[in-house]
């Protein structure tokens, strides 16, 4: 399986600040990666397809970016809406793998 | 609007098995694979595998390969998940998720774009 490695597992920050969430996967994957939001006691969801496609109805502070094994998401002018845990997924490989997930805290 | 409405929750006793369904509406069923993730108390998401709505072809994770069992019912337009010989570690909530994808298999780089609310499954003798 593609094991997926998101830096860092938690972080603290500030309304306002720019937070930025890294994801290395042990192999090349294409471009094949997904972003989800998750907030708690709520299913995930997407906001990033194929590394850097915003979806539709998701704020362009958002940006996803990156290729081959190493990607990142940039969330730019932290809003209180957006606390919560991120996490990264590939589907380069049948087998579907996710991070571990990074806590986005006050 | 698409949605996809889960079955309530359950209480297991380890051994026993638990099917939860997931019900799509807003959307042609059987054009778009389902997905099943779960996600464990504080911990993160798991993918268990997948159905294609169509064809009714599976891929599971090689980690509950024989243990779990999906479906689809196409005139209910409603997708199952059956998981087998429960162990407290089953314990999770379990989501049904809509992909992005039509084709079986899919294509490398499919999202999972809509997600049904859970099911929480508890394993406790």
């Known amino acids: 399986d593609i094991q997926l490695t998101q830096s860092p597992s938690s972080l603290s920050a500030s309304v306002g600040d720019r937070v930025i969430i890294t994801c290395r996967a042990s192999q090349m994957v294409a471009g094949y990666i997904n972003w989800y939001q998750q907030k708690a006691g709520k299913a995930p969801k997407l906001l990033i397809s194929?590394?850097?496609s915003l979806q539709s109805g998701v704020p362009s502070r958002f940006r996803g970016s990156g290729s081959g094994a190493e990607f990142t998401l940039t969330i730019s002018d932290l809003q209180p809406e957006d606390f919560a845990t991120y996490y990264c997924q590939q589907s380069y490989s049948r087998q579907l793998t996710f991070g571990g997930g990074t806590k986005v805290e006050i | 609007q698409v949605l996809l409405e889960q079955s309530g929750g359950a209480l297991k006793k380890p051994g026993a098995s638990v099917k939860v369904s997931c019900t799509a509406s807003?959307?042609?069923?059987?054009?778009?694979?389902i997905a099943w993730v779960r996600q464990a108390p504080g911990q993160g998401l798991e993918w268990m595998g997948w159905i294609s709505a169509y064809s009714g072809d599976t891929k599971y994770s090689e980690k509950f390969q024989g243990r779990v069992t999906m479906t689809t019912d196409t005139l209910t337009t409603t997708a199952y998940m059956e998981l087998r010989s429960l162990k407290s570690d089953d314990s999770a909530v379990y989501y049904c998720v809509r992909t992005t994808t039509e084709t079986t298999p899919p294509s490398p780089g499919y999202a999972l774009d809509i997600w049904g609310q859970g099911t929480v499954v508890t394993v406790s003798s």
């Open positions: 807003g959307y042609t069923f059987t054009r778009y694979i």
């Open positions: 194929a590394a850097f």
